[in-house]
Nanobody
Framework: VQLQASGGGLVQAGGSLRLSCAAS????????MGWFRQVPRNEREFVAT????????YYADSVKGRFTISRDNAKNTVYLQMNSLKPEDTAEYSC???????????????WGQGTQVTVSS
């Protein structure tokens, strides 16, 4: 499966961005989808994940209440709505597929090219 993330950019603290991740190649609805972020020299960090039918979502404590993950299986797309952004949210954000709900990036199989989010103070 091929994944392409988009929607990143430069935003002031307190602002919002909506990331999208479009999938192609295989049955999108067969996969759990996750968002992760990474800054240089740091390990990849879990952000959010959503079950195949969108019935369950999980968030990192650092983004809970500010970010919302959703998916549209008819459009083969997963979204990450990011509100009340903080400078510490600055990172490259990537989407990935898994067969299991997990906060560990190690169980995610396919990764898209990331999109950069920069939050200025």
């Amino acid at each position: 499966v091929q994944l392409q993330a988009s929607g990143g950019g430069l935003v002031q603290a307190g602002g919002s961005l909506r990331l999208s991740c479009a999938a192609s190649g295989r049955t999108f609805s067969a996969y759990v989808m996750g968002w992760f972020r990474q800054v240089p020299r740091n390990e990849r960090e879990f952000v959010a994940t959503i079950s195949k039918s969108a019935g369950s979502t999980y968030y990192a404590d650092s983004v809970k209440g500010r970010f919302t993950i959703s998916r549209d299986n008819a459009k083969n797309t997963v979204y990450l709505q990011m509100n009340s952004l903080k400078p510490e949210d600055t990172a490259e954000y990537s989407c990935a597929t898994s067969y299991f709900i997990s906060q560990s990036w190690r169980v995610y199989d396919y990764w898209g090219q990331g999109t950069q989010v920069t939050v200025s103070s």
